[in-house]
C-alpha cells in the first residue's frame, strides 16, 4: 500500500484515562474507584462521590448538590488519581474567595498534590509556563482572573494546556444565580440580599462563564453546591447554556443532624450586639479552653462591634484594637491580605479561639476544629446554611446560634402573615425563618429541597420530609423549636462551654444548672395601664352622697365660725366615690387615707369608717352586692360570647386558609411532577434519539471503511496501468533518442508495447504477440 493513503492529519488528543477503565462497565467501574480510594485514603469512598467520578470518566458534565462537609472537594482528586502521572492532568478550579483557595491549596498540598492560587499579585509568565507544562495538578483561580486576565488567556488556549485539561470544577456553583440576581436588578428589591454583605456584590464574572467554559472540547465540567434551590439549578444551567440531558445530577443528603440549632430571639439592637455578652465564655475560661467559633454578621462594620462586645464580656475592653489579640479577630472583603492570611493562620493553629467574619469567610472551609457558629440577625436562609454548616465537620457535635430580631421593619412578624402567602420569595424566606414554630431541622432541609420555609406542621411537604428522617434514621431533632425546656437550659449556660465538656452540654449528657429566665419569652417593657374607675351603682351613689351629708354635719359643728374654705374644698363628692368604690375592702380607717388625697381633720377618719361599717350592715349594702353579681356575670357573659364568636371567626379563616393551602398545594405538585413527567420523557425520546444518530453515524462509517475496501483493488489497477504507461513513455523516448546512432534506427520506431500484451504499431493495427 502506498503511504500516501495511510497519511492522516497529526492531531493531539484531549487526555483521557486508559483504555482500559473505559472499556469496563459500570460496576467494574465503580468497584475499581473504590478500591483505588480505600488504598488511598484508608476509609470507603461515599457512594454518590463514586458515582461522581463515574459521570466525570464517562464525560459527562456532573452537578453535585450535598450538605457542607460531605467531601464534595474530594470527588475532583479521586478522578485526578484515575490518569496516568506521565500525562500531567491539569484540573482547574473556580472559586470566589481568597481565603478559601488557599485553604484548599493547603489541603491539596498535604495531600500529596501540587497546587496553585492564581492571584493577580502571584500570577507571573514563570507560573504560566509551570502550567503548561502540567507542574501544577490542581490550578485555583478567580472568575475574574479566569475571564480577564490577558495571561491566563494564553495558557487556557494553548493548545498543550488543553491536551492536559481533564476537568473544570466550579466549587460554588449558587453564586452564578445569587450573581444572576444583582444582574438582573432583583436583588436591589430584596432586603435579604442587602444583609449580607460579601456575597455578591463583587462577583459579575460569575454570571460570564459560559462563552470561555464552552471553548474546550469534550471537557466535563464539575459543579458543585451545598445549598441550591430548583429556582437556583435551572437559573445555572440556562446561564451555562447546558441542558438537563446533557448533564449528570448528583444529590447527596442535605441535612446535618450533628448541628443542633438554638434561635434565640434578640432583647437589644443588632446594631449593638449586646445580646452576644450573655453566651460568651466565662472569665476564668483561658482562651486556649474556649471551643473554637465563628461569629457572623451581615454588615463588616458590625464585626467591629462584634469584637468589642466579646471583649467586654471577657473583661478584656479596649482588647479590640489589638490585631494580636489572643481572644478574637476580625475577616471580611476589605481586611488587607496580611491580616486575612494572619488571622486564617493563627486561627486554624488555635492561637486565638474567635472569629467575627462576614459571608467573605462563609463558603467552603474545610476547618475541622469549628465548634460553634453564631449567626447575627435575619438573613437569606441559604446564606445562613453556608454559614452554620462551617461547624461540626469532624463528626463531633456542633452548636448554631441564631440571634433573630423580634420584629423587621416592612416584614412579616408573626405567622398569621404568611396565611396569604402562595409562593415564597427571599424576603418571606428570611422572615419565615425567624418566626416559624416547626422543627428548624426540616424547615432548612426544605428551603434546599424546594425554597420553602414551613410555617405550620401540618404542611405536605413538611411532613414528607419528617417521615423521610424517620425512615433514615436520623436522630431526634434537638432544636429550640423541637426541645425548647432543653434549649432554654443550655442558651443559659452556654458561656460554661469548654473544649472538654462541649459535646456533652450540646448532647444533653451534662447535668445543667436550671435557666432563671426564659430567653423565649418577651419581656413586657410597658407598664400596665390603671383600669378605668368602673361605674357606681344606685345604691353606692346614695352612700357616696351620704357620706358628704354627714361630713358637713361633722365640719360645722367643729368649725362652727369658719369662713375661708368650705366642706365640699375638704372631702367633696369625688372623694366619696372613691371610697364607695371598694367599699367592700375597707378593713381599718387607714385603708381610707389614700382616697381623702392629704392629712384628714382630726376624727374625718373615725367618722367616715363609722359610716363604712353602718353601711356594710344594712340591708342596702346586701342590694348592691346582688347588683354588682348580676353585672359581673352580665359582662362576663358577653366576654364568653365574644371569645365564642371570635374563636369560631378564627377558626373558620384558618380552616379556609388550610383547605386553601392544601388544594392549592396538592394541584402545583400534580403541576410539577406533569413537568417533571413530560421532561423525563422528553429527556428520553431525545437521548432515544441521539442513541439513532450515533448508530446512523457508525453506519456510514462502517459502510464509508467497507466501500473504501471494496474499491482499494480497483484503485490499485488504476495505479499499476499509470505506472506501466509511465514506463512504455520512458522506453519509446529513450528508443527516439537512440535513433540517429546507427544500428538501431527504425528498428521498432512505431512499435509501442501496449495495453494487454499487445504491440501496436504506429502506421497500422497491432497484432498479438
Known sequence: ?????????????????????????????????????????????????????????????????????????????????????????????????DALRDNQVMEK??????????????????????????????????????LNNSLFKEVYYNPDFQHRLATIVIDEAQMIYTWGLVASGKAKKSSSHGRTEDVAVFRPSYGELAAQLNATEGVPLLLLSATCRPIA?????????????????????????????????????????????????????????????????????????VMKNVNK?????????????????????????????????????????????????????????????????????????????????????????????????????????????????????????????????IAFSLDNLCGHIPMSKDDLRYLHEEQREIEQGFPKCRCSNCDPEGAITLSQNICRLTNKNFSDVVNDKENLPRPTINPFVQKKTRQPCKPAPKELTSVLKEFSVHLVKAFEVFFWKKFPKSASFLPEDLFGLDRAHSIAQHVATIERPQDILKDLGGAPVHGQLDLIYECVVKFRQGDRFDQHLREESDRINKLNNEKNQKRVEANARARGKRDLANRETKDETMHRLAAEEKDRSEKRIAAEKKKEKTIEREKAAVKKKEDSKRKWENDRPILEGFKRQALEAAANREVVEQEALAGPSGNGRGRGRGRVKGRGGMVTSRRGRGKKK
Open 1 to 97: 500500500m502506498d503511504p500516501a493513503f495511510d497519511k492522516q492529519p497529526n492531531q493531539k488528543k484531549r487526555i483521557t484515562v486508559c483504555d482500559t477503565l473505559l472499556q469496563k462497565d459500570q460496576a467494574q467501574l465503580e468497584a475499581h474507584i473504590k478500591e483505588k480510594a480505600l488504598l488511598t485514603y484508608k476509609q470507603q469512598a461515599k457512594t454518590l462521590q463514586v458515582k461522581a467520578v463515574c459521570s466525570l470518566v464517562r464525560g459527562r458534565n456532573t452537578f453535585v448538590l450535598a450538605g457542607t462537609g460531605f467531601g464534595k472537594s474530594r470527588i475532583a482528586e479521586m478522578y485526578f488519581r484515575l490518569f496516568d502521572k506521565k500525562k500531567k492532568p491539569v484540573v482547574l478550579v473556580l472559586n470566589p474567595l
Open 109 to 146: 498540598k498535604q495531600a500529596g498534590f501540587t497546587a496553585v492560587n492564581l492571584t493577580k499579585m502571584q500570577f507571573k509568565a514563570k507560573i504560566a509556563r509551570k502550567i503548561v507544562a502540567g507542574f501544577f495538578n490542581f490550578v485555583y483561580l478567580s472568575p475574574e482572573v479566569f
Open 233 to 305: 439549578v435551572d437559573s445555572i444551567l440556562k446561564n451555562l447554556r447546558i441542558t438537563e440531558d446533557n448533564i449528570t445530577f448528583v444529590k447527596a443528603e442535605l441535612t446535618r443532624p450533628e448541628i443542633r440549632i438554638l434561635r434565640l430571639p434578640m432583647n437589644h439592637s443588632l446594631k449593638s450586639c449586646h445580646d452576644l455578652i450573655p453566651v460568651i465564655e466565662l472569665q476564668g475560661t483561658r482562651s486556649k479552653n474556649i471551643a473554637p467559633t465563628l461569629i457572623y454578621s451581615g454588615q463588616r462594620n458590625a464585626t467591629f462591634q
Open 313 to 441: 464580656a471577657r473583661g478584656t475592653p479596649g482588647a479590640e484594637y489589638n490585631p494580636r489579640s489572643s481572644m478574637i479577630r476580625r475577616y471580611h472583603a476589605n481586611t488587607g491580605d496580611y491580616s486575612k492570611a494572619d488571622a486564617v493562620e493563627k486561627f486554624t493553629s488555635g492561637k486565638f479561639p474567635y472569629i467575627a467574619c462576614t459571608m467573605a469567610l462563609g463558603l467552603g472551609q474545610n476547618w475541622k476544629q469549628v465548634r460553634k457558629v453564631i449567626h447575627m440577625g435575619r438573613a437569606d436562609p441559604s446564606n445562613i446554611c453556608q454559614m452554620i454548616g462551617r461547624c461540626g465537620r469532624d463528626g463531633r457535635p456542633g452548636l448554631a446560634i441564631l440571634f433573630m430580631e423580634k420584629k423587621q421593619k416592612n416584614g412579616k412578624n408573626c405567622v398569621d402573615d404568611f396565611l396569604n402567602v402562595k409562593e415564597q420569595n427571599n424576603d418571606n424566606r428570611m422572615d419565615a425563618l425567624a418566626i416559624t414554630p416547626v422543627c428548624l431541622r
